[in-house]
């Protein structure tokens, strides 16, 4: 009885430990190619495919920088650029071509959460979570304006290098 209770005990360790990927480290894993899969809804509207293909890396003025080429449905290919730079651990602000002001990361954990306000009063919080494979995000994005729910996007982030 005791042997099975012990053995018990570290499997339910051993699948706890398994399932925890560990620390997100936002510029290690968007260093090189990264691709997303995500699916848009916007309210009153359907749902459209948008796939995100990124290259990211240390920018002349030793900022992060991320380049992403934004396939949104049927709408014209588009590229949005990001410039980042960590302000304390786990704390980055920077900049986002769509964006209106300034873009806040907190990483915390396996967990990234970014806000920030697009042009025409759009906030935005996402979501990206590592997953156990540690090559794996999962990303979901809430946008709302006056307090009312615009859109959401789910979907997933794969590191490619």
């Known amino acids: 009885m005791r042997v ?3 053995a018990s005990c570290a499997l339910a360790f051993a ?7 560990g620390k997100l480290d936002m510029t290690a894993f968007f260093t090189g190619r990264s691709h997303a899969d995500n699916v848009l809804k ?3 509207k359907g749902s459209t495919p ?7 890396g240390t920018g002349d003025k030793g900022d992060f ?7 949104e449905g049927t709408k014209p290919v588009r590229q949005r ?11 980055f602000t920077g ?4 964006a209106t002001g300034p873009v806040d990361i907190v990483v915390s954990g396996n967990t990234a959460t970014v806000r920030y306000t697009m042009k025409g009063g759009i906030n935005i919080v996402q979501t990206m979570k590592l997953q156990p494979d540690g090559r794996t995000l999962s990303n979901h ?3 709302t304006k006056f307090g009312l729910h615009f859109g959401r996007v789910d979907g997933t982030i794969r590191k490619l290098d």
């Open 50 to 56: 948008l796939l995100v293909d990124s290259v990211g």
């Open 95 to 98: 900049s986002l071509s769509d």
């Open 65 to 71: 920088v991320l380049i992403d080429t934004v396939h």
């Open 15 to 21: 699948t706890s430990a398994a399932a925890d990927p």
């Open 4 to 6: 099975a209770f012990l």
């Open 42 to 44: 916007v309210a009153f």
């Open 81 to 91: 650029k990001w410039v980042m730079r960590q302000i304390a651990p786990g704390h």
């Open 141 to 143: 994005v809430e946008a």
